[in-house]
């Protein structure tokens, strides 16, 4: 107890300091010249200014390159700047080309879809009835207007459009085949005045066969797909069984018929070659136009026999067993 009053540390060992501020860590730190603190700091003592600051000598740069001298170099006004390669600019102008034409392709599809969501709109309010017929189309200052309206990606189910397209497409090479018969007797008939009835029936054939062949087969076709109807394919089987057997008396080419075929191709050989060349043409025409007429036949068939919307009647039925 002694101790401990006069000043010692009770709880120092043997060989311990008792004072603990005689500890050399803190005697170290006391406030000295070196080690300045607030309490001997004196803003009146002038002292000298620590000497300045010397950055260390900084190490010998590598020798600079080619390359890198070039581009550190000032360019003169006159000399085009370089923004990379030719290869980098002529692909971004690419990829920016290819993005405007995606965006005028959706821009596109994006008006398609407004006009069939307008129409089937127009058609579930009772609107069907005012729309207006696009078919043929014929300009506005035509006193015919046109007679139907047809709309194969509107009203034809998905999984048919491509047939009858097709068959529309038929018919337009049909169409076209019958104008190059008129023309290829034209030219008979100017080698051979005998072959005047040929001419005239190719006119006929020409003027009574394009409307007909649209009415008779093609739109009951159309209108059989759109609305599931029996009695259109009734109809489109029938009549277009004959047009198919036209399209082969067509190729043949019967002399005095009206038809540019193989065999009055033949038979123009003699008169004058040119002409036979023309007729064996159209005769070519009117075969494939055939092979055609009979693959699309069949085609239609099987959309019926293996399509479970579509339901023929009895009589569709009968007719599709003829072709088997």
Avoid at 129 to 139: E, I
Wanted: a neutral charge; hydrophobic letters at 45%; charged letters at 15%.
């Amino acid at each position: 107890m002694a101790q401990s009053r006069d000043g010692g540390n009770p709880f120092a060992g043997p060989g311990e300091l008792d004072n603990p501020f005689q500890d050399p860590a803190v005697i170290q730190h006391r406030p000295s010249p070196q080690y300045a603190t607030l309490d001997v700091y004196n803003p009146f003592e002038t002292r000298e200014p620590p000497p300045a600051y010397e950055p260390p000598a900084a190490a010998p740069l590598p020798p600079a390159s080619a390359p890198s001298l070039q581009s550190s170099r000032k360019l003169s006004p006159t000399e085009p700047k370089n923004y990379g390669s030719y290869g980098t600019q002529a692909s971004a102008a690419a990829a920016t080309a290819e993005l405007l034409k995606k965006q005028e392709e959706l821009n596109r599809k994006a008006e398609e879809l407004d006009r069939r969501e307008r129409e089937l709109q127009h058609a579930a309010l009772g609107g069907a009835a005012a729309r207006q017929n696009n078919w043929p189309p014929l300009p506005s200052f035509c006193p015919v207007q046109p007679c139907f309206f047809q709309d194969i990606s509107m009203e034809i189910p998905q999984e048919f459009q491509k047939t009858v397209s097709t068959m529309y497409y038929l018919w337009m090479c049909s169409t076209l085949a019958l104008l190059l018969n008129f023309l290829a007797c034209l030219a008979s008939f100017c080698v051979e005045t005998s072959n005047g009835s040929g001419f005239g029936l190719s006119i006929l054939w020409a003027l009574l066969f394009t409307p007909c062949s649209f009415v008779c087969w093609y739109r009951p076709m159309y209108k059989a797909f759109r609305s599931d109807s029996s009695f259109n394919f009734f109809v489109f089987f029938f009549i277009f069984f004959v047009q198919d057997v036209l399209f082969v008396l067509q190729a043949i080419g019967i002399p005095g018929w009206g038809f540019s075929g193989w065999i009055s191709a033949l038979v123009v050989l003699k008169a004058n070659p040119a002409v036979a060349v023309l007729m064996l043409l159209v005769a070519l025409f009117f075969t494939g136009i055939a092979v055609l007429g009979i693959v699309m036949l069949k085609r239609v068939r099987g959309c019926l026999l293996h399509t479970p919307t579509q339901r023929p009647s009895a009589v569709p039925r009968l007719l599709l067993r003829l072709f088997k």
